[in-house]
């Protein structure tokens, strides 16, 4: 499985919508669609139910839940190489519902470390508590 795949696979994930998130990730549709498929043939199992509107099932949500913790653990070794290494300024990752009442506060950080890499995730408050326990 490639890392871009697994990516891929979480805002088709969290939008359970292939156009939307294709959107999002600035590739194809067809494209993403082929990569969910392949990603799909690879577990031998579908991770969505297609009947009408695209909507994550079951196993998805089990696949979905595993990978957000791979992927965070390996966000994690890149941080701690890069620390270890010297080159670590450090990043700040901020998910909201929202970040109409941030930006006046994010644009002053950012001037004052520039550096440091900023992410900014939108998601609602459900899966903010899920990829927080996970």
Do not use: C
């Not at 067809?30 to 799909?40: D, G, K």
């Not at 690879?42 to 994550?56: K, N, Q």
């Amino acid at each position: 499985m490639e890392l871009n795949s697994l990516r891929q696979f979480l805002v088709v994930a969290r939008l359970e919508h292939l156009s939307r998130a294709a959107d999002e990730l600035h590739v194809a549709q067809p494209s993403l669609s082929r990569t969910i498929a392949r990603l799909e043939g690879e577990l031998g199992a579908p991770l969505f139910d297609r009947g009408g509107r695209l909507r994550l099932n079951d196993t998805g949500k089990l696949f979905r839940d595993h990978v957000e913790r791979a992927l965070g653990e390996l966000d994690a070794g890149r941080r701690a190489v890069a620390e270890a290494a010297g080159d670590g300024l450090g990043a700040v990752r901020l998910a909201s519902e929202t970040f109409l009442t941030l930006t006046g506060p994010l644009a002053s950080y950012k001037r004052a470390h520039p550096s440091v890499e900023v992410e900014l995730h939108w998601s609602p408050a459900e899966d903010m508590a899920r990829r927080l326990r996970a």
